[in-house]
């Protein structure tokens, strides 16, 4: 089983960056997926999920009108695009599947923002 995520960087206050996580090894159309950053000296914190199909979308207040999941499933990737980005947005992003036979976890992508 694979999860990499890649699409993190360094931007300014106001940008954008998208994420995409490509996943190998399992059923990705059986799979939730999330994705979860963990801030320099934080605990994880749920960012936003996608269902199997992606017709139900769920996103923290945090991420609500910034961000967008999506998911391709002919492709087995997901990904998260990122607008208005925002300091406290700096973090590194992870990327969760979560179905029936347990949890999978990529390594994460560093997402730093600013000026």
């Known amino acids: 089983v694979q999860l990499v995520e890649s699409g993190g960087g360094m931007v300014q206050p106001g940008g954008s960056l998208r994420l995409s996580c490509v996943t190998s090894?399992?059923?990705?159309?059986?799979?939730?997926m999330t994705w979860v950053r963990q801030a320099p000296g934080k605990g994880p914190e749920w960012v936003s999920s996608?269902?199997?199909?992606?017709?139900?979308?769920f996103y923290s207040d945090s991420a609500k009108g910034r961000f967008t999941i999506s998911r391709d499933n002919a492709e087995n990737t997901v990904s998260l695009q990122m607008n208005s980005l925002k300091p406290e947005d700096t973090a590194t992003y992870y990327c969760?599947?979560?179905?029936?036979?347990?949890?999978?976890w990529g390594r994460g992508s560093l997402v730093a923002v600013s000026s």
């Open positions: 090894g399992f059923i990705f159309n059986d799979y939730a």
């Open positions: 969760n599947a979560h179905g029936t036979s347990g949890d999978y």
């Open positions: 996608i269902n199997t199909s992606g017709a139900y979308t």
